[in-house]
T-cell receptor, first 116, second 114 residues
């Protein structure tokens, strides 16, 4: 149980285009989803927290107009990187927690974004 | 402010041997949860073990056990009978009972040597 999927697993795009990454909880309802960014050999950096049906809460220094987060249902959250630039190239990981167990987060497999 | 510190960037262990990964944290919260996550080369984060701060008994999961010292704010992970598949990055994480944000350490890269 507690499986989280991400799609796509990797994506290459041109500078200036937008990319959408999906995060789905497959066998539980995720009241809260989290988006992280991870640089090579570094820890996870929390970008934003999203609760179903409400606006995401962004961490300091994360541009909310650049990283659009939508959590339209209890099983799906999306992260859209708008007008992507090479410096946005990174590994993006989502996680989800359920209402029954808010202390444990289940992670997706991550999405590697490369912006040319 | 909550912080999690992993002071060992890299470690190695011989296959079948035991290794201990260190983690300390700082918080003013009285109740919280602690975790060890494993991130193998596939980059998938895998929950290894979970500890509730109000429980004095150390959590164990098969070959994985923790040494939780609440007063010292220490939460080390012991891996017994190390296997090649244990090679991964290990992250210590903390979440206060009053919130839902995880605080991660910087990670320890563990290599199991055949």
């Amino acid at each position: 149980g507690a499986v989280v999927s991400q799609h796509p697993s990797w994506v290459i795009c041109k500078s200036g285009t937008s990319v959408k990454i999906e995060c789905r909880s497959l066998d539980f309802q995720a009241t809260t989803m989290f988006w992280y960014r991870q640089f090579p050999k570094q820890s996870l950096m929390l970008m934003a927290t999203s609760n179903e049906g409400s606006k995401a809460t962004y961490e300091q220094g994360v541009e909310k107009d650049k990283f659009l987060i939508n959590h339209a249902s209890l099983t799906l959250s999306t992260l859209t990187v708008t007008s992507a630039h090479p410096e946005d190239s990174s590994f993006y990981i989502c996680s989800a927690s359920s209402g029954a167990s808010t202390d444990t987060q289940y992670f997706g497999p991550g999405t590697r974004l490369t912006v040319l | 402010a909550q912080t999690v510190t992993q002071s060992q960037p890299e470690m190695s262990v011989q296959e079948a041997e035991t290794v201990t990964l260190s983690c300390t944290y700082d918080t003013s919260e009285s109740n919280y949860y602690l975790f060890w996550y494993k991130q193998p080369p596939s980059r998938q984060m895998i929950l290894v073990i979970r500890q509730e701060a109000y429980k004095q008994q150390n959590a164990t999961e098969n070959r994985f056990s923790v040494n939780f010292q609440k007063a010292a704010k220490s939460f080390s992970l012991k891996i017994s009978d190390s296997q090649l598949g244990d090679t991964a990055m290990y992250f210590c994480a903390f979440i206060p009972n009053t919130g839902n944000q995880f605080y991660f350490g910087t990670g320890t890269s563990l290599t199991v040597i055949p």
